[in-house]
């Protein structure tokens, strides 16, 4: 049964409007067609729905909207089929209402081309391209609750996400970093090429979260990777995809001048954080408890009363005893 | 089950004390980080709650993006690369420690930096050592297990007039435990790694010598990881001692396997065949009709509902057929162990066992007209405590200070009680135990 949490929060596309839409109608009319909006279909005649939030820019990014291109501002809504363009030295992180998070670097080309999410549930899908450039996906409550329902597609591959985080980078960026793993690259289509990292959640890791696997696939067949920190290449060429390779330190590299921020100045520290490390990022939660040695030593329970049973054993049990 | 849940996130409460004194429960929402995703100290507070949730991708999402707008904030770097240490991304983890080499850290936060480095590099070693050593002392109130029969017999009374809850005394042991394992990875293969591992106990108790036992095993095998399936063959060799006696020897080989099914479910299984060899010792001349095979198996699940707490269920059995067959018997039970995590590494363990063993007919040496069936009941409870959570910051930036804070001590409380169809070995005895580990790795 919807309450009024559910209800308030069952705001598919348009997250922030809807919202206040299904407040003023009332609880009776959130619950009849609450079912019905996770589902509804997109049409161009509404207003494009917001899928999320640009959370973090960096550099000159630009969205477009039906054609209609502006630059980038933090706080910004997102909507289903904008194209997000970033430029040299750029970096953008979206937020998606369902909690996914991808982050573009520079001069990266991406759209969302699917959004559908009920927050009552945590059912949907997400679905994004990226038709060029760097790019870093964590799945949130849609990769969780239908692993399979989360996918990015690049020009010649679908990748299949199951509650992880990744990265990929897409065209002669791949190539040339297939080439310093020494990933064979012949044939590969320096347009449409994408080299896909599996980041984590790793088998060793020490979360509630899914460990983290995924799926590439093209025409010419699919791979996957259930390893941190292997790579799947895809030649871009209609061929199956290769791998998965250990990503090398000259591989990380690259990517980074991509994907990551590097410090570039003096330290600052705008909120002055007293805790250590290992209580802020909750390891030292983690202890691994002494094993209680006696237990070890149960097998031994006949050997240690051998000697007092076999004295007493006539006086209790009539008949010869050793 | 998720009120279970619930209930269960309310029992660390109890021990505030250990937490954080600065992460203050404010339960920001995902929509209000929406609307201020800018803001530093609205996605700090998200991401360490996401942390303390043990949701580390929406913390790490929250960190990094608090690094693109303030790439120059080494703290958030600091708990950023942990955090994906946490989350097994070693190499990422690195990239980041690695930037902040000759930042201007605090002592402690370079302290940490170094610290996760050398564990990322260890792990990506090609071999590895790590282990542990115990020591301690514990106090029993019936460490020779002697039953009430026997300790009526011994003070001359008729044997039928058994003293309850007489013993031939407690008695205090000092012990000592120590675990070394090496491994390293087999090329070509993820996820695959070959292992030696070698396992000892000893108990040394002050006056019961029959009571002083020690142990030791080596184990050598393999462990194959695919997804969340892991695999691991081994063989083993172990000898026990009594009253400084060869006891046994077992040797054999098995199966160990985990399949996860999701972050709070794992099933686990195993089994092994071992050959048991007993040695006739001054105490017991009657122990190489013990010789014979054991067969064992085990299976269960480990229930995680929170991050904080975790259950493990397990059944097991054995047959073991020895050369006599009065020594021979089928083995059964039921076990549940809860570890629960109350913080800066303390923990408490609670756990349970009970047991059915029968055998398959009278042993013709100590038992000539009765057939053993045992039960026996187990419980234990212990709670460690690093020196760290205790000491704090003392002594902050000493090596010797800084060693001296990783030991973990531990102390427990364990019962145990043995019924029979047998009077005469039925015992119940209760165990006091202190026991201060280290851990290292190389």
Known sequence: MLNKHTAKNTTVNDGFSLRRHMLVLGLTTAIVFAPTLGSMPFTMAQAAPVVGTSAAVQGSVFVSTGGAERKAQVKEQIKLQDQITTKQDSALQILLL??????????????????????????????????????????????????????????????????????????????????LGNIPTLGANSETASLIILRGPGPGSNTLDKTGALVVTTFGGSKSVSVPNYVIFDPGNGEPPIGPFPLTAAMQEYLDFFLRSTPNGEQENPIEIVNDVDEDSGQALFNVPTPNPNEEFDELIDGIQDSLTNEYADSIYPGPSS | ??????????????????????????????????????????????AREQIAKGELQQAASALERLLLNRPNWDAVRLLY????????????????FLLLEGRALSTRQEA????????????????????????????????????????????????????????????????TSGRMKLEGDLPNLPQATWFVETNGYLREFDEIARSSTS?????????????????????????????????????????????????????FAGGSILTENYENTAASPTNSQRDGHLVSGHAGVMWRPIQRQSFNFTGFAARKNAKNDGYSYNHHGVAINSLTLLGRGAYLTLSGRYTWTDFDQPDGNTFVNVTREDEQLYARAALGVPLKAILGNVGEGNMFADQFKS????????????????????????????????????
């Open chain 2, 407 to 442: 030991l973990v001590v531990q102390a427990g409380v364990s019962w145990s009680e043995l019924k029979s169809s047998s009077s005469l070995i039925e015992y119940e005895n209760l165990t006091g135990d202190v026991i201060v580990t280290k851990r290292f790795a190389f």
């Open chain 2, 112 to 175: 940490n930096r170094s610290r996760y480095l050398a564990s990322i590099e260890r792990s990506q070693s090609a071999i590895r050592f790590s282990g542990h050593i115990s020591v301690g002392g514990q106090h029993d109130t019936n460490p020779g297990l002697v039953s009430d029969f026997i300790a009526a017999a011994q003070v001359g009374i008729q044997i039928t007039q058994p003293i309850p809850g007489s013993t031939d005394g407690s008695d205090s042991a000092w012990i």
């Open chain 2, 215 to 267: 142990q030791g095993v080596v184990k050598g095998g393999f462990e194959f990881a695919r997804g969340d399936l892991q695999i691991k063959p081994f063989v083993q060799y172990g000898k026990s001692w009594l009253m400084h006696d060869d006891f046994s020897k077992r040797w054999g080989g098995g199966l160990e396997t985990r399949y996860k099914i999701d972050p709070r479910f794992t099933l």
């Open chain 2, 1 to 46: 089950m998720s009120k279970l849940r619930n209930y269960l996130s309310i029992i660390p409460l109890a021990f505030l004390v250990l937490q954080p004194n600065n992460v203050v429960a404010q339960n920001i929402t995902f929509e209000q980080v929406l609307a201020d995703p800018d803001d530093p100290a609205l996605n700090l507070q998200f």
């Open chain 2, 81 to 96: 690369g942990t955090v994906l240490y946490r989350m097994d991304d070693l190499v990422g983890a690195k990239r980041e």
């Open chain 1, 98 to 179: 369902d909690q996914s998070t991808f982050t573009v670097g520079q001069n990266c080309r991406m759209v969302i081309d699917k959004f559908v999410y009920d927050p009552s549930t945590n059912a949907g899908e997400v679905a994004a391209t990226v038709t060029t450039g760097a790019f870093r996906f964590m799945s949130g409550n849609i990769g969780k609750q239908s692993p399979t329902n989360a996918t990015v597609s690049t020009p010649s591959a679908t990748i299949g996400i199951r509650g992880t985080f990744f990265e990929g980078i897409v065209g002669i960026d791949a190539i040339a970093l297939a080439q």
